[in-house]
């Protein structure tokens, strides 16, 4: 059987695509492998958010072209965000790859490796689509307790730094049967917890002509899944946040009491320039109206330092939020000019010393922050769906609680796949020892 190595740079949707093409693969008759030398293909699923990114890809596949000289029959191929967006001058930068393909043509990656290893030209796939582009029911997932399941691609928001739209394409919704169907096979295998993809979930159903398939109704239908026992998703943008979703928040079972919820910035002068369309004073509102519903909510977020012309003024206003709402956890990300995206038209004017500073600023300001509420909770019960023995202990078991928080276990004999009921006795600021 030949094998196949894919590796993933990039977020959750990448790694559901990955899933996705382990799954076409396996019905070509590939075996997945993790080793690079026992590889016959190997496929890197890229990432374009951040230049950073982009370079590790470029590098990754520099290597693997090295490794392609020795084994001139090896058969590469560079998929996802960075394949759509840089199309054919990738053959140019690395003249050893066999194809590009491109976020919407993923079904047509077995064609394309076989098609390779017939004729040794450049092959490349990257045109788009109207309609819903990847048949996620063919998904090879690694483990059955926990899935990632796609609900929405694309993104019709255009915030001013992002390239997601360029290439990922419009919103498109998948349909709400689909998605039912699928969880509930997935509950027959066992799955426990699902986290809804998209890359703004709050307007899914936008387009799909039918009135019944909102957000709020298929996070109902979701939780009416038996053996389903938690429901997650990521991301939402506070402009989509609709009342009925905030109320359903501590009133469906199943939905964790745990939202990502990304403000980028706290300055109403920099949201404006990013195209955000909220103000912080509307965010903090429904951070509110949130708790409020839902005390027990933990929030994570995304943030972005070094905006262009983001000066120290509008820099402590993130810091002020930041204070303000206490987040559990935040992603804090130094700003990247993305070709293509109305913001790098602007000059790129904050030093990468500053971008440095303010990154390490919130980093250690939301260390502190993690920390103490996760020392609150000490003394307290928490709900873990056991996952497995800990990767740095095997003598420990670790899971997750329902706000998505870290739990070792000391109990080694805790079952995996078990919801369990414990104490936390101690905390840092990721984890919380139970
Ligand atoms: N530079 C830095 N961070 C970015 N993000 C998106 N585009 C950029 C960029 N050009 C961040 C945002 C988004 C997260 C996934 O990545 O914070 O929410
Ligand atoms: Fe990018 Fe904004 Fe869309 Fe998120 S909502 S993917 S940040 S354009």
């Not at 788009?128 to 690694?142: I, W």
């Not at 394409?169 to 709400?176: A, F, H, I, W, Y």
């Not at 295998?189 to 699902?194: I, L, T």
């Not at 307007?203 to 053996?227: C, Q, V, W």
Request: net charge positive; charged share 25%.
């Amino acid at each position: 059987m030949k094998k196949v190595y894919i590796k993933n740079f990039g977020c959750q949707m990448n790694e559901s695509d990955s899933e996705v093409m382990a799954g076409l693969l396996a019905a070509a008759g590939y075996a997945p492998t993790d080793r690079e030398d026992a590889a016959d293909v190997i496929i890197l699923n890229t990432c374009s958010v951040r230049l950073s990114a982009e370079n590790k890809a470029i590098g990754k596949m520099r290597e693997l072209g090295k490794l392609k000289a020795k084994r001139p029959e090896l058969i590469l191929g560079f998929c996802g965000c960075m394949a759509q967006k840089h199309q054919e001058a990738l053959f140019k930068t690395l003249p050893f790859l066999d194809f590009v393909c491109g976020t919407q043509q993923i079904r047509r990656i077995p064609e394309l490796i076989e098609q390779a290893r017939k004729n040794r030209e450049y092959l490349i796939d990257v045109s788009v689509m109207d309609e819903y582009p990847v048949d996620q029911s063919v998904a090879v997932r690694e483990g059955m307790l926990k899935a990632w399941v796609p609900i929405m691609r694309g993104c019709d928001n255009y915030c001013s730094y992002c390239v997601v739209p360029y290439v990922r394409g419009r919103e498109v919704s998948r349909p709400l049967k689909d998605i039912v169907s699928e969880v509930r096979r997935l509950a027959d295998g066992g799955c426990k917890e699902v986290t809804l993809l998209g890359q703004n979930v709050n307007s899914y159903g936008k387009g799909l002509g039918d009135t019944k398939a909102t957000f709020p109704r298929l996070l109902e239908h979701l939780n009416d899944i038996a053996g389903i026992e938690r429901i997650r998703f990521v991301t939402s943008h506070p402009k989509d946040i609709s009342a009925e979703l905030i109320a359903q928040f501590g009133q469906l079972p199943k939905l964790c009491e745990y939202l990502h919820f990304p403000i980028q910035a706290g300055s109403d002068r920099i949201l404006s320039l990013m195209n955000r369309k909220y103000t912080a004073g509307h965010y903090l509102d429904i951070v509110a109206k949130l708790r409020d519903r839902c005390p027990g909510i933990a929030l994570s977020t995304d943030i972005i330092v070094g905006y262009p012309t983001e000066t120290e003024d509008d820099f402590q206003k993130t810091v002020e939020v930041m204070r303000l709402i206490a987040y559990d956890s935040a992603y804090i990300f130094k700003y990247s000019t993305r070709e293509g995206t109305a913001a790098a038209g602007r000059t790129d004017d904050v030093p990468l010393k500053v971008k440095e500073e303010r990154n390490q600023a919130l980093l250690a300001l939301q260390e502190k922050i993690s920390a103490e509420k996760n020392q609150a909770l000490v003394g307290s019960q928490v709900e873990i769906l056991v996952e497995g023995a800990s990767k740095r202990n095997p003598a420990r078991m670790t899971g997750r609680t329902r706000q998505n928080k870290i739990a070792v276990l000391e109990d080694a004999a805790a079952l995996a796949g078990k919801s369990i009921v414990k104490e936390v006795r101690r905390a840092t600021a990721v984890t919380l020892y139970c």
